[in-house]
């Protein structure tokens, strides 16, 4: 086990049990950042239920909080999740968020609601060829993580685990979306850091998970960057 674990695996343990192991599947990661508040994004929130049925397509709907004030709390929403929107703008220099935003593969931005362009964006993450092959295995309480590099990263990658809810209709009563029931798909409501993986050997780790909600697991550079593997186990 690598040192660069040490304190995250004080709530992990290693190894495989019992029989039958689900395996997870991978895919490109589109992240929608979206509000119940806004009247923009539904449009966004039915495309990325489209997205949630497509093979290779990891589609997580982050809730912001910042059109709370608007009369309509997003019970969805989280300060967490308008951080992680704010560090991508960081990162690529820009002052400025938006609602709806989807970003693909963790570096692909795109502000409103544009099918053909996320589209097109998800065709050519699927087309690289990957960096890093990812494996994950539902076992017991846990979720067994096993990640090979095919040659030495140049940089550490994060280690994310992600649980979301697959499906919720809301009935919005005040706010720009007053008197419409939404269907949102993939709701995050856990995103958490594992720890940080060197990609120079082997990385082999199991995570207690509790529930029988999905689980994704990201490698992405620091940034936050470049998403370089992610798996969905259902």
Excluded at 189 to 200: A, E, F, I, L, Y
Excluded at 219 to 227: A, D, R, T
């Amino acid at each position: 086990m690598m040192r660069h674990f040490a304190l995250a695996l004080c709530m992990m343990w290693l190894g495989l049990s019992g029989p039958g192991f689900a395996q997870g599947a991978s895919g490109v990661v589109v992240e929608l950042f979206t509000s119940q508040g806004c009247s923009t994004c539904p449009p966004a929130d039915a495309y990325l239920e489209e997205l949630a049925q497509e093979p290779g397509v990891i589609a997580l709907a982050l809730h912001i909080d910042y059109w709370d004030y608007l009369g309509w709390k997003d019970k969805f929403g989280h300060k967490r999740f308008t951080d992680r929107q704010k560090a991508y703008s960081t990162f690529i220099g820009s002052n400025t968020i938006y609602t709806p935003q989807m970003i693909v593969g963790g570096v692909d931005t795109i502000e409103g609601s544009d099918p053909a362009k996320v589209s097109a964006n998800i065709r050519r993450h699927k087309a690289a060829d990957p960096k890093v092959v990812l494996q994950l295995t539902r076992s017991g309480g846990g979720v067994v993580i096993h990640a090979v590099a095919k040659t030495a990263l140049a940089q550490p990658v994060t280690v994310q685990m992600v649980r979301y809810t697959p499906l919720e209709h809301v009935a919005i009563e005040h706010g720009e979306n007053a008197g419409h029931t939404i269907a949102y798909a993939n709701i995050v409501t856990s995103w958490v850091r594992v720890g940080d993986w060197q990609g120079t050997e082997d990385l082999n780790l199991t995570v207690p998970m509790q529930g029988d909600d999905p689980v994704v697991v990201i490698l992405q550079q620091q940034g936050p960057g470049l998403i370089l593997a992610a798996s969905v186990l259902k």
